[in-house]
């Protein structure tokens, strides 16, 4: 990390592996949405955060470390992630941000298909989303994998980005298996060529 001259840390405040991360959205600048998207920071106070801005009197910005992050998971998600993989009785799964925790917001049958899944994001809102994908190769070979889906669409708020492109690592890390990533803001970036391109 690079921290310029301007630049102080509260080595006090630094690290603290204990403190439970209820704060995880003041780890990027709040952006006003009423404000025509100007930039602010969060009240002066020390949270769990990482690496929150904090300006003080003479223009100076102290960062405070800690190393936790991310939203806590539902046990739920890893135990239907886990019936997806092993027993294959989804075709897909949508999680979603309730509060602190990742939780299961939707899941679809196995006789469900792409368009079922694309069609269950929500236009305006964040998810994360797991799809089962069958797919054959070129040496005709029938092959699965799975595709991990962080779907961000425009129109969402963007305090919501920030929130889910926080969490999202740590998310990840608790569903062992995940062969692909897709990263989508628009239907068209999760379109069933770019699936099949970063599949085979």
């Known amino acids: 990390m690079v921290v310029s001259r301007d ?3 509260d080595e006090d405040a630094s690290w603290n592996w204990e403190v439970n991360e209820d704060f995880v959205n003041e780890f990027f600048p709040f952006f006003d949405e009423d404000n025509e998207g100007e930039e602010t ?3 002066s106070t020390i949270t769990s955060s990482l690496f929150v801005p904090r300006s003080s009197q003479d223009g100076t910005y102290y960062f405070y470390a ?7 998971v539902d046990d739920e998600c890893k135990l239907k992630f886990g019936e997806l993989k092993a027993k294959r009785i ?5 999680f979603r941000i309730d509060g602190q925790r990742v939780v299961v917001d939707k ?3 196995p006789d469900e298909n792409y368009d079922n899944f694309s069609a269950s994001l929500p236009s305006d809102e964040c998810r994360y989303a797991v799809f089962d994908f069958d797919f054959t190769t070129d040496e005709n070979v029938q092959k699965s994998k799975i595709i991990f889906i962080a779907w961000s669409p425009e129109s969402a708020r ?3 980005k920030m929130v889910y492109a926080s969490s999202k690592d740590r998310f990840k890390r608790e569903l062992d298996g995940i062969q692909v990533e897709l990263q989508a803001t628009d239907p068209s970036e999760m379109s069933m060529d770019i699936i099949k391109s970063r599949a085979v």
């Open 66 to 72: 800690n190393a936790a992050s991310g939203t806590a």
């Open 90 to 94: 989804y075709r897909y799964i949508v």
């Open 41 to 43: 920071w969060q009240p």
């Open 107 to 109: 899941m679809g049958s």
């Open 7 to 9: 630049v102080k840390f």
């Open 158 to 160: 963007v305090r919501m």
